[in-house]
């Protein structure tokens, strides 16, 4: 009841993503220091033209072969990890920034998409998704006549 009072528009389903962003960039300590807590995981923009939605998501050091694509209905579903690199014995971290690990993210588009004509291309450690509008989402003129 009180979060409804305070954001009526917020469906339950966001309240983990509203939180997680509550606490972005807020230092946690730990014994070697403090341990800054990173941005959601991956970092997602989209956007659209005319036809498609596109979404770019950051993925440095991701191997394109741990990644899987899903898009069902308007919801965008990217899954996949991050491996880390092999630890090295005796050191003594200041900072622990780099996130290694396992992500999922499901992001909600304005708009149903055709799911059989998805494509995606990573280059630079940046995965772009494009994602043709369904035919039946695409807008439509209608003209009006005389009476």
Known sequence: ???????PTLPFGDLRQEIDRLFEGV????????LHKPAVFPAVNVWEDGDCLYAEAELPGVDPKEIEIEVVGNVLTL???KKQEREE???GFHYVE???????????????VDSEKV?????????????????????KRIAVQNA
């Open 89 to 91: 014995e005796g050191r």
């Open 119 to 139: 494509s995606a291309a990573y280059k630079n450690g940046v995965l772009t998704v494009t994602m043709p509008k369904h035919p039946e989402s695409k807008p």
């Open 27 to 34: 230092a946690v300590p730990f014994s070697g220091g403090f």
């Open 1 to 7: 009841m009180l979060l409804e009072r305070m954001c």
């Open 79 to 81: 899954r996949g990890e």
């Open 98 to 112: 780099r996130r290694y690990g396992g992500f999922n993210r499901n992001i909600e588009l304005p708009t149903s």
